[in-house]
């Protein structure tokens, strides 16, 4: 794997993910059918990690990172690279997570203020499933001031009360920037893309031991250091658009990553194109085959394939109705605005598509 590769050499890949225990995790991820230990909490399964593992093929048993570090570009892509500052790290972190318990209240920072060596972190939820009462938190609750937050997170107190808590709700979409203090709450199921970073600093925890007695350390000065408490993000309403064949939404696009929901029926196809960078496909139920040049690979629920950044375009086609999430490094002017407008969508609602981040409207206005 030291040789440089072609990127007519990377055929689609199939992946097994990094499954990452949790304390808050349940079991949701291992009755989808992942490898999992009996009784074994997972919280994350890592579906883009460096960590995670291709499944088959010509490059079958390597990791995902040794494939990215042997040609960074054919698998990144010039957009990839941009994002990832040149780091040989695949651009889109995509998980599935699920959340038995609440996650600690904690922020990203964005690149800007990230350690050395690391990337920020901005990243979007779709919840696939909430059960009832499932709640995120999302921003200080209004009225909350930054220093008011600032002191209870320095005496210890709780801050739960300090936050924003909306409902969760199947199938909405949030992107939340870096500096977004913010928590998914116990009974959450979710699909989320972000930043290729593990940077994360928690405020509070919920006074959570694990099974040896010690609580996991906070990071209250850092994460105040670089939270925005002026960011309080909201669901991000989809754009349907015209496609051939089942049902195509844009549900969320910014700089760093795209992300849209493809629904088929038993037998129809798709054509997905990026332009500059890499594509990862979820099939979240239902069963597909990836095509692309190089050859093709099958996807059931839960699994994750990738299409190198230089493979441009690939084909979906299901055997059983299927739910897919698309997620690419995007063109913001191609890939989102031009055919968005298209399809009559007024600007307004095409820049909503980044949350609160001015992505697209710095787009729009150049």
Partial sequence: MSEQLDVSEIPPLRLRPYLDPKPW???????????????????????TASAAIVADGPFAER?????????????????????????????????????????????????????????GKTEVYHVLEAEPGARIALGLAPG?????????????????????????????TILIPAGTIHALGAGCFIYEAQQPSDVTYRVDDWHRRNGAGHRRPLHVEPALAVFDPSSRPSPIPPLALPSLAGRRLLVAACRHFALERIELAAGESVTITAFG???????????????????????TAAETGILAAGTGTGWLHTSAETVALRA?????????????????????AIAALAGPLPDITLVMAT
């Fill in 328 to 348: 690419w490094v995007p063109d913001l002017l191609r890939e989102i605005v031009t055919p968005a407008r298209e399809a009559g969508y007024a600007d307004a």
């Fill in 25 to 47: 995790g349940g079991f949701k991820l291992a009755a989808l059918g992942l490898a999992v230990l009996p009784d074994q909490r997972i919280g994350e399964a890592l579906a």
């Fill in 63 to 119: 990791s995902l990172g040794a494939v990215v570090t042997a040609s960074p570009f054919a698998m990144c892509g010039p957009l990839g690279l941009a994002v990832t500052g040149g780091r040989s790290l695949f651009p889109l972190l995509i998980k599935l997570i699920d959340a038995a318990d609440d996650l600690s209240i904690q922020v990203h920072p964005p690149d800007s203020q990230a350690p050395p060596g690391h990337l």
């Fill in 277 to 299: 960078g890499p594509q990862a496909v979820t099939c979240l139920n239902g069963a597909m085959t990836l095509r692309a040049r190089g050859g093709e690979i099958s996807l």
């Fill in 144 to 172: 909350v001031s930054a220093e008011l937050f600032a002191a209870a997170c320095r005496a210890g107190d709780s801050t739960t009360e300090l936050l924003r808590w909306l409902p969760a709700r199947s199938l909405e």
